[in-house]
């Protein structure tokens, strides 16, 4: 059984940092891509950067380019996305997805909101 668990978000403040974990179980993480997306309230679902399933590749929106970096730990089965100088346009639920040929799963989400 495939399972993401996201975990790491909250309330932060222009200008300030979260990071953010996707915890992996179920499946041969360092063979699948993996990638964070969000949805902010009252729009569809946004795709915000993604990775190789060995790291040696890193993609990005251009909205998150040079702010957020993503990366992975096949050690720890884990997933990161750092996210630093946060705007409150970043406010949406953050997604945590797998994709390895056909297959696709998703985690459940956190939550981070950046307001004063």
């Known amino acids: 059984q495939v399972v993401l668990v996201e975990s790491g978000g909250g309330l932060a403040q222009p200008g300030g940092s979260l990071r953010l974990s996707c915890a992996a179980s179920g499946f041969t993480f360092n063979t699948w891509a993996m990638s964070w997306a969000r949805q902010a309230p009252g729009k569809g679902l946004e795709w915000v950067a993604g990775?190789?399933?060995?790291?040696?590749?890193?993609f990005y929106e251009d909205s998150v380019k040079d702010r957020f970096t993503i990366s992975r730990d096949n050690a720890k089965n884990t997933l990161y996305l750092q996210m630093n100088s946060l705007k409150p346009e970043d406010t949406a639920v953050y997604y945590c997805?797998?994709?390895?040929?056909?297959?696709?799963?998703w985690g459940q989400g956190t939550q981070v909101t950046v307001s004063s």
């Open positions: 990775i190789y399933s060995d790291g040696s590749g890193t």
């Open positions: 997805n797998a994709r390895h040929s056909v297959y696709e799963y």
